[in-house]
């Protein structure tokens, strides 16, 4: 497609819950990253994945946060036993890998834990 | 090390006026800023970008800034206008595309008509 499509756009999820956050980045793009933005500040990275690669996962906050993208193309990210502190919008973004465009951001999921 | 300081919180900028956004960082390993423009709602939108073997680029409207000594960049707003009203960030990486941003925590901006 012509941007970086995140689904889905809202979720409330009760505490405890397990969710699923998909990624369908620019096609072709072998860069993805996934970052947490909590409300009023800037996205803090998660994991990147380069193909179906993850190269660095070292922004995961916890062990019950894991993300996959098994044919480097659509990446899930998936948080297991959701807590309160984990409500944020979740941003995917994808680059072509040649290093001069920057990202292209997806509009992102928010998710709201009660 | 890993900051990005971002400067000011938030900007009230009359129609037509400059509006200007600071960063500055500590790692001098970053060879890459770029700066996002977010709407309500929206995923962050790349604006413009430098590398620091350039002391400004200009796209437009929007220019960067950059004073490596320093190690501080900045992005200038000119004739800013309503539709710029956002909360902009600035951020910073090693290279593009293969290693994590480091973003700001961003500026409000409003751009009164």
């Known amino acids: 497609g012509a941007g970086v499509s995140q689904s889905p756009r809202y979720k409330v999820a009760k505490r405890g819950q397990d969710v699923a956050l998909r990624c369908d980045p620019i096609?072709?793009?072998?860069?993805l990253f996934w970052y947490q933005q909590a409300l009023g500040q800037g996205p803090e990275f998660l994991t990147y994945?380069?193909?179906?690669?993850?190269?660095?996962k070292s922004g995961l906050p916890s062990d019950r946060f894991f993300a996959e993208r098994p044919e480097g193309s659509v990446s899930t990210l998936k948080i297991q036993r959701t807590q309160q502190e984990d409500s944020a919008v979740y941003l995917c973004?994808?680059?072509?890998?040649?290093?001069?465009?920057?990202?292209?951001f997806g509009s992102g999921t928010r998710l709201t834990v009660v | 090390q890993q900051q990005v300081k971002q400067s000011p919180q938030s900007l009230i900028v009359q129609k037509g006026g400059i509006s200007i956004i600071n960063c500055a960082y500590e790692?001098?390993?970053?060879?890459?800023f770029p700066w996002y423009q977010q709407f309500p709602g929206k995923g962050p939108a790349l604006l413009i970008a430098?590398?620091?073997?350039?002391s400004e680029k200009k796209e437009g409207r929007f220019t960067i800034s950059f004073n490596k000594s320093a190690k501080q960049f900045s992005l200038h707003i000119m004739d800013s206008q309503p539709g710029d009203s956002a909360t902009y960030f600035c951020?910073?990486?090693?290279?593009?595309?293969?290693?994590?941003?480091?973003f700001g925590t961003g500026t409000r901006l409003k751009v009164l008509a």
């Open positions: 973004a994808s680059e072509g890998g040649n290093g001069e465009y920057g990202y292209t």
């Open positions: 430098i590398r620091p073997d350039v």
């Open positions: 790692n001098t390993a970053f060879d890459y």
């Open positions: 096609s072709g793009h072998v860069s």
């Open positions: 994945f380069q193909n179906e690669a993850q190269l660095d």
């Open positions: 951020a910073a990486s090693k290279a593009s595309g293969t290693y994590k941003y480091i």
